[in-house]
């Protein structure tokens, strides 16, 4: 176990063919990018290189939050937005026209969130429109003005991810264990860190994000955790709210009882499936679609788990399951079963071993690119870029940077 407190001072270099190496504490600042350059992790890179994601921290109102964020990790999010421009094949004029057509969805839903967008515009000293484009990602083609892709579903899925949760019962030391391998194209790891915010009146919240998004997989002090997937088929993408702002408000909150009705309240672009804990221990899974929400519980088994495909009883059809990333039958499978077999018994080193085994063994769920070509689509050339353990009760977040095996868990606190 290497800690992210015990290497305030580390040293980091940037390697040929993958990402960020560099310090994990709370000033760091962020490094030169190698965007897009390889399939990270490769096993040509010597394996007893340590890497891992760095670690900011900001503290104060939402828009203080947002400057030091952005001032922190702005080679990142400089990175990001080339990287969206590239895929999505728009401008930068085009971009923010259809960024800012989300802004009156955010007034709406997340007011408070439009002032830490703002704040970290200006720490990384980019327009208001691309730091809001940033939060909204993929739901730009749903802008009023791209009427060419408007309702075009996802088929496959955009991204991969297995997802589980283990409540109280499940576990060696009687706290909830949950977290996920967030599974994605290569170049995302090039713009990845952990965020550790501390707002004024809120929870505090840690969580693994990427090139600006103020809301993403994590937890909060009080106990609540998300972790998600990207689900294959299901009701039409439209124009609403991205997801990312959706993960932000749940980490505000306290118990299921605030969290739920956010599904309700909160209108989403595109279907989503959200792997949840709250302050009291209790496990949750949620589908939540442009028609509204699936609730799934544990059904007293004492864990959950989910990829990319439905489950719930509306919407797990053979028509959406063929919609569906091929590899994610079997990856629910794997990791349904490695769970049972330490059913009351999982400890820590067990979810890290589980999480980091290859895909290419049997019962490993750590994604590896089917082809070198990123061009090729996430379904082939996707690959597993953290694998990320939220311990609750201990205020604790474990991440381990892409795909490489022999790559260790960095653990990261609250502070």
Not at 221 to 250: C, E, Q, T, W
Not at 254 to 262: A, H, N, S, V, Y
Request: with cysteine.
């Amino acid at each position: 176990m290497i800690s992210s407190r015990s290497r305030s001072s580390a040293t980091a270099s940037a390697s040929r063919r993958t990402f960020l190496k560099t310090v994990a504490c709370s000033s760091a600042t962020a490094m030169g990018l190698g965007l897009g350059r390889g399939k990270a992790f490769s096993r040509e890179q010597d394996a007893s290189e340590i890497v891992q994601y760095p670690i900011y921290r900001a503290a104060g109102s939402h828009r203080e939050l947002g400057r030091q964020h952005g001032e922190q990790a702005k080679t990142h999010i400089d990175a990001h937005l080339s990287y969206m421009r590239k895929t999505l094949e728009i401008s930068t004029q085009e971009l923010e026209s259809r960024a800012l057509q989300f802004r009156p969805l955010f007034e709406k839903h997340c007011p408070h969130l439009i002032d830490e967008v703002s704040g970290l515009a200006e720490g990384a000293g980019i327009s208001f429109a691309e730091a809001l484009a940033v939060n909204i990602r993929s739901a730009l083609t749903q802008a009023p003005t791209n009427r060419a892709g408007a309702g075009e579903n996802k088929s496959p899925s955009g991204d991969g991810c297995t997802a589980f949760a283990i409540s109280r019962e499940g576990t060696a030391d009687g706290e909830v264990l949950i977290g996920q391998n967030s599974d994605m194209l290569p170049a995302v790891v090039d713009f990845g860190y952990v965020l550790h915010l501390k707002p004024e009146s809120k929870p505090e919240l840690l969580m693994w994000t990427f090139g600006g998004m103020i809301g993403y997989h994590g937890l909060n002090s009080h106990g609540v955790a998300n972790f998600a997937n990207d689900l294959g088929g299901g009701p039409r993408p439209r124009f609403a709210m991205p997801h990312y702002p959706l993960k932000r408000l749940i980490l505000e909150c306290r118990t299921f009882d605030e969290i739920l009705p956010l599904f309700q309240r909160v209108p989403l672009w595109a279907n989503g499936n959200y792997v949840l804990c709250d302050e009291t221990g209790r496990i949750l899974d949620v589908e939540a679609t442009t028609a509204g929400a699936e609730v799934i519980s544990d059904q007293g088994a004492g864990f959950l788990a989910h990829s990319n495909h439905f489950l719930s009883v509306r919407y797990a059809t053979d028509a959406n399951h063929a919609l569906s990333a091929r590899d994610s039958f079997d990856r629910l499978r794997r990791m349904t079963e490695l769970i049972k077999s330490r059913q009351g018994h999982t400890t820590l080193d067990d979810v890290k071993t589980w999480l980091r085994t290859s895909d290419r063994h049997a019962g490993g769920i750590c994604r590896v690119a089917k082809t070198p070509d990123s061009t090729d689509g996430w379904t082939i050339a996707g690959i597993t870029v953290a694998s990320i353990i939220a311990q609750p009760a201990e205020r604790t977040l474990h991440v381990a940077a892409s795909n490489e095996p022999d790559q260790p868990f960095i653990e990261y606190t609250m502070e």
